[in-house]
């Protein structure tokens, strides 16, 4: 069945760049998706990628792509201390109708 | 604020008792998810709802069952709970039958406790 695995846990220093990885497996997804989750709140959409793109920059936010790998990358740069969440990778593609497949979560903690 | 809302935020309740949880789509989406967060399962997929139909159904307990009414509302009812079915319960909902370009956009979710 389809899986997205990502590392649980990343730390780094406030002004760091940060890369948050993810691998799936369902070759067919079409849509990849980056999402945050601060404690106690509910799943905020950073950005996406859509399967036939390599790259994606928005602000301080970067998505590579890896289609043949099916490995799926964020990159945060500058991290700040409010940038401490659990990020989420999630895939939607045509062999799972309309949901969307979700990672484990890594979360990222930013040292002052 | 998202544009999805949840009703109510947080919820105890005993074992084998029934709950009803209710979620209110962005305006203009027509599909409804829901999904369950613990922290051994992560975010699970239950059941999506197009325009008032059952479109795709995930690892939903027979217990649980949902609907999606004509102003695109939707509840999730849970039933002989357990306390295995604590978890945060979280609705999405998009414009169309898939996410695409639009993204799937999440309310605040549901805390239930099962005690």
């Known amino acids: 069945g389809e899986d997205v695995e990502q590392s649980l846990f990343l730390s780094v220093r406030e002004g760091d760049s940060s890369v948050i990885n993810c691998t799936y497996t369902?070759?067919?997804?079409?849509?990849l998706y980056w999402y945050k989750q601060e404690p106690g709140a509910g799943l905020q959409l950073l950005t996406y990628?859509?399967?036939?793109?390599d790259m994606k920059q928005d602000q301080r936010l970067t998505v590579l792509l890896n289609k043949k790998d099916k490995h799926l990358s964020l990159r945060i740069a500058d991290t700040q201390t409010g940038d401490s969440a659990i990020y989420f990778c999630?895939?939607?593609?045509?062999?799972?109708?309309?949901?969307?497949?979700f990672g484990q979560g890594t979360e990222l903690s930013v040292k002052p | 604020d998202s544009g999805v809302t949840q009703t109510p935020k947080h919820l105890i309740t005993a074992t084998g008792q029934r709950v009803t949880l209710r979620c209110s789509p962005r305006?203009?989406?027509?599909?409804v998810y829901w999904y369950q967060q613990s922290l051994d399962q992560g975010l699970q997929f239950l059941i999506q709802?197009?325009?008032?139909?059952?479109?795709a159904k995930g690892n939903i307990l027979e217990r649980f069952s949902a609907q999606q009414f004509p102003d695109l509302h939707s509840e999730l009812n849970l039933s002989s709970l357990e306390l295995g079915d604590s978890a945060l319960y979280f609705c999405?909902?998009?414009?169309?039958?898939?996410?695409?370009?639009?993204?799937?956009?999440f309310g605040s979710g549901t805390r239930l406790t099962v005690v």
């Open positions: 999405a909902s998009s414009p169309r039958t898939t996410g695409g370009d639009y993204g799937y956009t």
């Open positions: 369902d070759s067919s997804s079409t849509y």
């Open positions: 990628i859509f399967s036939n793109m």
């Open positions: 999630a895939e939607s593609g045509d062999n799972q109708g309309g949901k969307l497949i």
């Open positions: 305006s203009g989406d027509l599909s």
């Open positions: 709802y197009y325009n008032g139909e059952e479109r």
